[in-house]
């Protein structure tokens, strides 16, 4: 059996997982390309930086919306779990994949679950080597946006909303994928583990 790919994001509070929560998370698995997407109603809106919530365009009434993190969290673990693999047969790819890593790992952990996945690829390590080593550019921005323009990929709606950007990084990932580029050496294996401090986000 193969490796089964999803692509993950998600919209958070803030920098700190453990602290901060994810408010919006979405999931394409790639087979298909059918998608989950869920707004999550936080438990602690006052933690919430300013940043996050310009960022994301939304209000602290809207992050009191949603449903409750232990249901999205069942969905998107039974999501997972539908291809009938193990963690290990399970890659997720995500834009500045450590960010939503270290958040979906503090999320379910949370429930006393462990992510059901150990397999990560980060498109944006990918667009940068390819960006700086075979388009010659220097110093490239590689926020999704500006990798989308930069391969002049038409990009579907706004960013900083999960169900959006999971979209625009599947479309990333097919044009890195056309032009054959070397995804294997990128992917990696992060165990699920604990929050150890905040993780900066390039693209917030």
Same mark, same amino acid.
């Given at each position: 059996?193969?490796?089964?790919?999803?692509?993950?994001? #998600?919209?958070?509070?803030?920098?700190?997982?453990? $602290?901060?929560?994810?408010?919006?998370?979405?999931?394409?698995?790639? %087979?298909? +390309?059918?998608?989950? *997407?869920?707004?999550?109603? !936080? *438990?602690?809106?006052?933690? /919430?930086?300013?940043?996050?919530?310009?960022? /994301?365009? +939304?209000?602290?009434? @809207?992050?009191?919306?949603?449903?409750?993190?232990?249901?999205?969290?069942?969905? =998107?673990?039974?999501?997972?779990?539908?291809?009938?693999?193990? @963690?290990?047969? +399970?890659?997720?790819?995500?834009?500045?994949?450590?960010? @939503?890593?270290?958040? =979906?790992?503090?999320? $379910?952990?949370?429930?006393?679950?462990?992510?059901?996945? %150990?397999? $990560?690829?980060?498109?944006?390590? =990918?667009?940068?080597?390819?960006? /700086?080593?075979?388009?010659?550019?220097?110093?490239? *921005? #590689?926020?999704?946006?500006?990798?989308?323009?930069?391969?002049?990929? !038409?990009?579907?709606?706004? %960013?900083?909303?999960?169900? !959006?950007? /999971?979209?625009?990084?599947?479309?990333?990932?097919?044009?890195?994928?056309?032009?054959?580029?070397?995804?294997?050496?990128?992917?990696?294996? #992060?165990?699920?583990?604990?929050?150890?401090?905040?993780?900066?986000?390039?693209?917030?």
């Amino acid at each position: 059996m193969g490796l089964n790919y999803y692509f993950l994001d #998600v919209e958070t509070t803030g920098l700190k997982a453990g $602290w901060h929560e994810i408010s919006q998370i979405s999931i394409i698995r790639h %087979s298909d +390309r059918n998608q989950l *997407s869920e707004y999550i109603r !936080v *438990s602690h809106p006052e933690r /919430t930086t300013p940043e996050a919530l310009t960022a /994301t365009g +939304r209000t602290f009434a @809207d992050l009191k919306k949603g449903i409750s993190k232990e249901e999205v969290i069942e969905k =998107c673990h039974k999501f997972l779990l539908s291809d009938g693999g193990t @963690d290990e047969q +399970r890659c997720i790819i995500a834009h500045n994949a450590s960010f @939503d890593r270290r958040f =979906c790992y503090a999320s $379910w952990e949370d429930i006393g679950k462990k992510f059901p996945a %150990s397999l $990560w690829l980060d498109t944006m390590a =990918c667009a940068k080597y390819h960006l /700086t080593r075979h388009m010659g550019l220097e110093k490239p *921005s #590689v926020k999704l946006d500006s990798c989308m323009d930069h391969y002049g990929l !038409v990009k579907r709606g706004t %960013s900083h909303n999960a169900t !959006v950007d /999971t979209q625009n990084n599947y479309l990333l990932y097919e044009h890195l994928k056309k032009i054959s580029f070397d995804f294997l050496p990128y992917i990696k294996r #992060v165990p699920h583990e604990a929050p150890k401090g905040p993780e900066l986000r390039d693209d917030l």
